[in-house]
């Protein structure tokens, strides 16, 4: 069984910057891709990033490429989201997701989720 924590999120104004993290219990995380998505109210659940076990390979959604980076920490088993130049579109609620198979964008290839973090941007 593995657990995610997401933390970092907050209130920040456009222009500004967060770090999300997410912190991973079990001995699986080395081999796990990482995924994060994102929820905005009456919105579906959309990808934003993700990275190989390896950490080597890393895949953003086209809204957030250039703005954010998706880094992992074995030694912390920490999966981390640097958002820079935030938009008010980027509101939402990030989740971070994990899963024994290759990174993907979509959802339904992570097994694990975490319970989400706010983040608000605004205008």
């Known amino acids: 069984q593995v657990q995610l924590v997401e933390s970092g999120g907050g209130l920040v104004q456009a222009g500004g910057s967060l770090r999300l993290s997410c912190a991973a219990s079990?001995?699986?995380?080395?081999?796990?891709?990482m995924g994060w998505f994102r929820q905005a109210p009456g919105k579906e659940r959309e990808f934003v990033a993700a990275?190989?076990?390896?950490?080597?390979?890393?895949s953003y959604a086209d809204s957030v490429k250039g703005r954010f980076t998706i880094s992992r920490s074995s030694a912390k088993n920490t999966v981390y989201l640097q958002m820079n130049s935030l938009k008010p579109e980027d509101t939402a609620t990030y989740y971070c997701?994990?899963?024994?198979?290759?990174?993907?964008?979509?959802?339904?290839?992570?097994?694990?989720w975490g319970q989400g973090t706010q983040v608000t941007v605004s205008s």
């Open positions: 079990g001995r699986t995380f080395g081999y796990s891709a």
């Open positions: 997701a994990s899963g024994f198979g290759a990174m993907s964008y979509l959802g339904k290839q992570y097994e694990y």
């Open positions: 990275i190989s076990w390896s950490g080597v390979g890393t």
